[in-house]
């Protein structure tokens, strides 16, 4: 076990999901057509003027409210200035000295250990355009330059990667169910950077700062590879320099891309065009209260009504499952295995949205209902599901359509088991005699007797009652 102790600090962009820019009307949207996204104010055109968009406010007045932050009623925008070729106007717009968000947290949950990861700050500023480099030339796609986001700092006080990694997963479902953002990693909404120290004492070592690491997954990774670099650095006698790397997946290691010589002077000032944020707590509260039912709350209902932390653990995972499962009052235990069985199964094989489907939430609830009162079997759904799915036809009038009628009536069912018995009665000896295979057995017989037109629930509990009677 080393004797060194890590540190660690995250920063952590994230593009907030309006629909135009920070300060330009241009549109917010990924995946189109380079620089088609884009307008003389995102270009960096001499003279041009930034209008805020005020919904990026209202995001970040969610974000700093799932994180627990305290919000700053009274803020300005500066001007961070710097060159660099996917910075045009030669300054970024943010927020320096008077951050949205600050002393805030996100509890993780280690094991049974809670533990809260103190967020010293979060601030609004502009993305600036994507560079695409190859050996010949760096391109610049400008539809990203303009984007509003917020980064997000914590204190140093993680000190292991496992923390970093839950602290991130916790971090992407607060601000995915607040609707603040995608936080689509692989698109570049949500990018990290990791700061790693290590020491024998409780004093700070030597900042190493990791850029643009492309998974969650990948944070963790990094950070161990680069505390078990610092350490061999240390054991060798020699002294570490605050640098900056980039991870490599492939490699699997850390790779040097500058060393910082000097601090940056980035020479802050006042941003002159644009007005200061003057927030009341009339508009603090307004938008807090539109803030959606958050995961763990979602969660915890769940787990309440009986679905499995399994299943449970799946919903949140599918935030569209969730969302369309919200609001409805029905047997969520029948509605999560509907949702996470046939009908996932049909969504991933259209690559469809359940939005996009004809599954309305009445014909939704109406197919719950029918399959707890056993008035519909899951072999019917099986039979019928593409038709549900792509056809505006309610449950009854496709029943009807497809000739499906099942037996509600118990006496008919217990007709139907007796029959299979008395034909069976090698295999019902077998059952009394304490063979639990036979059940199974029977129970075809049953389903295949009646059709797949009975309860299978409701046969089996039948069946089960009427083999102990006979005991």
Do not use: W
Request: proline share 3%; charged share 30%; glycine share 4%.
């Amino acid at each position: 076990m080393s004797d060194y102790q890590k540190t660690i600090g995250i920063e952590v962009h994230v593009e907030l999901k309006t629909k135009e820019k920070l300060f330009s009307p241009s549109l917010n949207l990924y995946g189109n057509l380079a620089n088609s996204n884009c307008n003389i104010i995102d270009l960096g055109y001499p003279g041009v003027l930034p209008i805020l968009n005020y919904e990026a406010v209202s995001l970040a007045i969610r974000a700093a409210t799932v994180l627990n932050c305290k919000i700053r009623k009274k803020q300005h925008f500066d001007r961070k200035n710097y060159f660099y070729p996917d910075n045009p106007k030669n300054f970024q717009i943010t927020e320096e000295r008077t951050p949205i968000g600050y002393d805030g947290y996100v509890e993780i949950d280690d094991d049974g250990v809670k533990k809260k990861i103190e967020i010293l700050e979060m601030h609004i500023e502009e993305d600036t355009c994507k560079s695409i480099h190859s050996k010949e030339q760096t391109l610049l796609d400008f539809n990203r330059a303009g984007v509003p986001l917020v980064e997000i700092v914590t204190k140093p006080c993680m000190h292991t990667s496992r923390e970093a990694t839950l602290y991130l997963e916790k971090l992407r479902e607060l601000l995915l169910y607040a609707n603040v953002s995608d936080c689509k990693i692989e698109e570049g909404s949500m990018r990290c950077d990791a700061n790693i120290s290590i020491s024998k004492d409780n004093n700070l070592g030597t900042k190493i700062e990791i850029k643009n690491i492309g998974s969650i997954t990948n944070v963790g990774l990094a950070i161990d590879y680069e505390a078990k670099r610092q350490e061999e650095i240390l054991l060798k006698g020699e002294t570490l320099r605050e640098e900056t790397r980039r991870y490599d997946a492939k490699l699997d290691k850390t790779i040097l891309m500058r060393v910082k010589e000097t601090g940056n002077d980035y020479r802050y000032f006042p941003e002159p065009d644009i007005p200061y944020i003057i927030l009341s707590d009339e508009e603090i509260k307004k938008v807090q209260s539109e803030i959606p039912v958050l995961a763990h709350i979602r969660r915890n209902r769940y787990l309440e009504s009986g679905i499995s932390l399994l299943n449970a653990n799946k919903l949140i995972a599918n935030k569209e499952l969730s969302d369309y499962l919200e609001g409805l009052d029905i047997n969520l235990k029948t509605a999560s295995n509907l949702l996470l069985g046939d009908i996932s199964a049909y969504l991933n094989k259209k690559n469809m949205s359940i939005f996009d489907s004809k599954l309305t939430k009445d014909k939704f609830i109406d197919l719950v209902q029918k399959l707890d009162k056993g008035e519909i079997s899951n072999k019917n759904f099986k039979d019928i599901l593409t038709d549900f799915m792509e056809r505006d036809i309610d449950l009854d009038s496709l029943l009807k359509e497809k000739g499906i009628e099942n037996v509600v009536d118990n006496k008919v069912v217990l007709e139907l088991i007796n029959k299979v018995l008395n034909e069976n009665t090698k295999v019902v000896n077998d059952y009394l005699e304490g063979n639990p295979r036979s059940l199974k057995f029977l129970m075809g017989q049953v389903m295949k007797e009646s059709h797949g037109s009975v309860n299978p629930k409701i046969a089996n509990d039948l069946l089960i009652k009427t083999l102990e009677e006979r005991k």
